[in-house]
């Protein structure tokens, strides 16, 4: 379990206290953008390879214990929120944003804040979080605490990461920019700060409800786990 700990710290460490600080700011300034995405993309997909298979050793460790057992409605409750979350982060990644990677360029063009991000400026992170908070109601072991409760942290703060980080290079051009949207999904749009329109987002919808029903159909055999009980 100690290893599982130490790959979800790192895993979050090179996340809330390299990319979205100042001393990323400082790397790039000194060997350049390109490098430093370069760098960082390979000690990401390092920290994850480390974190799964800490925490596939860990589910068999007899540190593993169950706070809680899933039943009926928390199942139910559980599948609903992992739905949400894919109509949020599927769509969120076919949808370009100034807050993806490389995009903050896009924050000047007028439909900046459009489909997605009329609904929140981090729709990928934001079901990144829902995702794990399904999964952590589902899974009450300590192992399954640890990875999703790792993933929900850092969804969560990296869209206050993100943003502070425009905000660092964007200046004004991203302050504008947050006044037509906002983090929390829906919330410009109960402010009246924004509109949904259906009719730009549409399609990925689609995408996301059949990779949800594919997911579903198959996660007994990729992941060994029936979530329909």
Known sequence: MSTLIAAAAVFLLIHLLISGTQIRDRI????????????????????????CFAFGAARHDAANVA???????????????????????????????????RGGELVDKPDAAKGMTRISRHPFLW??????????????RTADLILF????????????????????????????????????????????????KIGEIWWRLLVALVLWAIVLHFHTMWFGANPLG
Not at 28 to 51: D, H, K, N, Q, R
Not at 81 to 92: C, D, H, M, N, R
Not at 128 to 140: K, P, S, T, V, Y
């Open 149 to 196: 409760g790792t993933i929900f942290v850092l969804s969560l703060m990296g869209t206050a990461s993100i943003d502070a980080k425009r905000q660092r290079a964007l200046g004004e051009r991203y302050a504008v920019f947050k006044t037509k949207t906002s983090n929390i999904p829906f919330a410009a749009i109960v402010q009246g700060r924004q509109s949904l």
């Open 28 to 51: 790039t300034g000194v060997i350049g953008e390109g490098p430093y995405l370069g760098i960082f993309s390979l000690a990401s997909i390092a920290a994850l390879v480390w974190l």
């Open 127 to 140: 079901g990144a979080a829902i995702w794990a908070l399904g999964h952590m109601i589902a899974n009450g």
């Open 67 to 101: 706070y809680w057992s899933i039943t009926p409605l928390t199942r139910h409750i559980a599948l609903g929120l992992v739905l949400i979350a894919f109509l949020l982060a599927v769509p969120g990644l076919l949808t370009n944003s100034p807050t993806r990677v």
